[in-house]
């Protein structure tokens, strides 16, 4: 396993005043401390409990429009396919679906979870590196707008699966563009060693391939080259510059690419990070593939759902060990992962207005969790805690609550909603008898 990377300089972090005023969801208030939108995070603790994921709905609105806008204002005919990925919590993509939002599932769960939550399947794609015969035929069955193929071998099985079932398949062809996105080699999805998509060179053939082919109707090219891209738009326009010539090759043939599909990644600021604006991204798609006069889709999850999100936990205890001071809070690994998995960082708040004002030092945030990957953050400066102080995890939307897990048979957290002085729980804690739910105990052990 690669070394754990040292730890940012804490003397760069932002302040505490920094992490408020960069989060519009966020504000102070003297008497209850903080809040997300106008509820009191005090009266969400004291309501449910801790640790509870609180989502703002008013920033899922605000950053959907930011990002539609945007691309209207650049003169494209663009539609939003949120990806699911990112947060598929009923609730969450009901506001989505709200404000008109289309959905980009990469299973058959997500496609039902988006279509609960009311977004149709005329608006939502379905990609993923290996989607399985039954979940190619849900897919066809739903009618979604389009299938986002990524091999040679994935376009026969779509078009047996549509033929099989009377279908004609929509179908995409997942473009690997072989350009590096800077971002962490985990979440890199468009370079040639990468297992995602067509290689390029090879996809004008498989595109010509597929247009003949039975059950399928093509539907055009796609590409996502990665998640969490801060690094500019130089990435975003080699890609999208690559898309772009490679359909003006396929219309010179005459063959029908109606859309393109130029996918998500646009990184949000966990720390310091500076990432392109939505309106950047939209300039990049314009002066690249809105050349071609084509409708595009894009498809954002982290930057509509990563700032709307935060995990609010108590402090169980503070301990010295080894010279240094853990703060042992009752969220861990099991609930929020992109810090073990990723070295990822997340700005830390104290939730009271006495600890946001009180003197900080270094300190380990950590979980209960046995594995000294359980760590949020390495020498965080924080003001001394006692049992039961609230803190707040930001910009833990994205990513987050989907990638729990039960963990040393630690339960799901509950999730809730905040639209306004609005409060609403929108998944329940799980209880403890639903960690062993569907498991059984032979006989011969006197099960
Ligand atoms: C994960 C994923 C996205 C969304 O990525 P974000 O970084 O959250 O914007 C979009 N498209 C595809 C194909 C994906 O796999």
């Given at each position: 396993m690669a070394e754990a990377r040292?730890?940012?300089?804490?003397?760069h972090d932002p302040t505490f005043a920094e992490l408020i005023a960069g989060r519009p969801a966020l504000s102070l208030d003297p008497?209850?401390?903080?809040?997300v939108e106008e509820v009191p995070l005090a009266r969400i603790a004291a309501l449910h409990g801790t640790p509870t994921w609180v989502v703002s709905a008013g920033t899922l609105r605000r950053r959907y429009r930011a990002l539609a806008g945007a691309l209207a204002a650049a003169g494209l005919a663009a539609s939003v396919h949120y990806a699911?990925?990112?947060?598929?919590?009923l609730a969450v993509l009901r506001v989505l679906a709200a404000e008109g939002a289309g959905a980009d599932v990469v299973s058959a769960g997500e496609l039902r979870a988006a279509e609960a939550a009311g977004i149709p399947a005329s608006r939502i794609v379905y990609s993923g590196v290996g989607k399985t015969r039954a979940e190619l035929a849900a897919a066809l069955a739903a009618g979604v707008m389009q299938i986002n193929a990524e091999s040679a071998e994935e376009v026969a099985m779509i078009s047996e699966v549509a033929a099989a079932t009377g279908h004609t398949a929509p179908v995409a062809l997942r473009v690997n563009?072989?350009?590096?996105?800077?971002?962490?080699a985990k979440i890199?999805?468009?370079?040639?060693?990468?297992?995602?998509?067509?290689a390029y060179a090879e996809a004008a053939a498989l595109y010509a391939r597929m247009a003949g082919m039975p059950g399928i109707r093509p539907a055009g090219l796609a590409t996502h080259i990665g998640s969490?891209?801060?690094?500019?738009?130089a990435a975003y326009r080699a890609a999208y510059a690559r898309l772009a010539d490679l359909a003006r090759e396929l219309l010179g043939r005459?063959?029908?690419?109606?859309r393109l599909d130029c996918g998500g990644g646009l990184g949000i600021p966990y720390r310091d990070e500076i990432p392109p604006t939505p309106e950047a991204f939209a300039g990049a798609i314009a002066s690249t593939v809105g050349r071609l006069g084509l409708p595009v889709m894009v498809e954002p999850g982290r930057w509509i759902a990563g700032p709307a999100g935060f995990l609010l936990a108590s402090v169980i205890l503070e301990k010295r060990s080894g010279g240094r001071r853990f703060v042992v809070l009752d969220a861990a690994m099991n609930d929020l992962l992109r810090p073990a998995l990723y070295d990822a960082w997340h700005g830390i708040l104290p939730v009271s207005p006495a600890r946001l004002s009180a003197p900080l030092s270094p300190a380990e945030v950590v979980g209960?969790?046995?594995?000294?990957?359980?760590?949020?953050?390495?020498g965080r400066l924080l003001p001394a805690f006692g049992e039961g102080d609230l803190v707040l995890v930001c910009?833990?939307?994205?990513y987050g609550s989907v990638m729990s897990s039960t963990y040393n048979a630690r339960p799901l957290a509950a999730q809730v909603l905040v639209e306004g002085a609005r409060l609403a729980?929108?998944?329940?804690?799980?209880?403890?008898?639903?960690?062993?739910?569907?498991q059984r105990i032979p006989d011969w052990l006197g099960g």
């Open positions: 040292p730890a940012p300089d804490p003397a008497a209850s401390g903080l809040l699911a990925k990112a947060n598929d919590t563009p072989d350009v590096d996105a800077r971002t962490h890199t999805t468009g370079r040639a060693e990468n297992k995602f998509g067509v969490q891209i801060t690094s500019g738009m005459g063959l029908p690419v109606p209960p969790v046995c594995e000294t990957a359980d760590t949020f953050a390495r910009d833990a939307g994205a729980l929108i998944r329940e804690r799980q209880a403890e008898a639903d960690l062993w739910r569907g």
